[in-house]
């Protein structure tokens, strides 16, 4: 028996500019941070000669090629790895909910199949090749960030180049200002959910076609990655907060996908009630929406009278790991 426990995130500050479609043109910069809230993956050798793969749905496979499940059917095909498998996966939170969940699960089925091999793999290389099996095996509208926040971990910088590599180092916090981020973002689940290649289509496709609107927006959203982190590492949170508003508000404008009435609605009860800045994590249109709250208390308070759920969370250092090998 095999288990890796992978963390999923939140992005604080430069998201979508880690899309092919804008770095290989002006590059990128996305702070992200891995929080303790994961995604298992199991994987055991079987007695029967096939392959088994649960998840929200239970497949039974012949062979490799009659896997439905599009990101394990790929990691099998690239690894070729022979039948008599199970692979079985659980989160602490559903699918398509903007926490990087797809990047997530594809490093760590990596990270499985790599220790099932007894291989040794690097968080780069382990980034790197879940972003190889979303973006070029499957063609997916989705960026770098998930799979290398999940890799690695942390409160992570990544500088997107537009040879395709990624520089990759630690946000470098005082223990002060972690605690004081830990203790004031505030994240509440809206209870839609989304797929985020549906959302960041139309942002690909107008970055490819060089719609200079669209990438003057994902211009001003990487200046202000590059605020938000020079105001955390100065340990300035309430100019990380007001700069997170004019983030949102930049990030609304890039589709018409990305926000709605109800969840604008949400924001305003939000900066009413105790909220400095806030947003949608992850493409938009559903999911969580992550505030800085200098008024802990009332903001709680204002989203349960909303009905919208809160998740606690802290931040997560070690990213994917390998928690069993029996």
């Not at 479609?21 to 992200?32: C, I, K, M, Q």
């Not at 994987?43 to 929200?56: H, L, M, P, Q």
């Not at 605020?227 to 700069?243: D, H, N, P, V």
Request: proline content about 2%; charged content about 25%; some cysteine.
């Amino acid at each position: 028996m095999i288990i890796t426990k992978t963390p999923l995130r939140i992005s604080l500050g430069g998201g979508g500019t880690d899309l092919p479609s804008y770095y290989t043109r002006r590059d990128g910069f996305v702070v992200a941070g891995a929080i303790d809230k994961y995604v298992f993956i199991g994987i055991n050798r079987t007695f029967s000669n096939d392959y088994t793969i649960k998840y929200s749905e239970t497949e039974h496979a012949a062979s490799i090629e009659d896997i439905r499940h599009p990101i394990v059917r790929e990691v099998m095909a690239k690894h070729q790895v022979p039948p008599a498998v199970e692979i079985v996966s659980l989160a602490d939170i559903p699918a398509g909910t903007g926490l990087g969940s797809s990047g997530t699960f594809t490093v760590g089925l990596l990270r499985a199949i790599h220790a099932l091999r007894r291989e040794h793999i690097t968080s780069a290389d382990l980034a790197e090749e879940a972003c190889h099996i979303e973006i070029e095996r499957l063609g997916q509208s989705v960026g770098k960030q998930d799979q290398h926040i999940a890799s690695f971990g942390g409160l992570t910088c990544f500088e997107f180049h537009r040879d395709g590599t990624v520089t990759t180092y630690p946000l470098s916090l005082s223990d002060a200002t972690m605690h004081d981020l830990e203790e004031n973002l505030l994240m509440f689940f809206t209870g839609y959910s989304r797929q985020a290649t549906k959302v960041l289509g139309d942002q690909k496709r107008r970055s490819e076609r060089g719609d200079e609107a669209m990438l003057d927006n994902l211009d001003s959203i990487k200046d202000l990655g590059l605020s938000i982190k020079k105001a955390l590492e100065q340990g300035e949170t309430r100019l990380f907060a007001e700069l997170m508003h004019e983030h949102w508000l930049h990030k609304r404008e890039r589709s018409a996908g990305i926000s709605n009435t109800q969840i604008d609605r949400w924001y305003d009860v939000g900066v009413r009630n105790g909220a400095v800045g806030g947003k949608i994590i992850g493409a938009g249109a559903g999911g969580f929406m992550l505030f800085y709250a200098e008024d802990r208390q009332a903001l709680r308070l204002a989203m349960a009278d909303e009905g919208l759920a809160e998740v606690r969370f802290t931040f997560d250092h070690e990213g994917s790991q390998l928690i069993v090998r029996a």
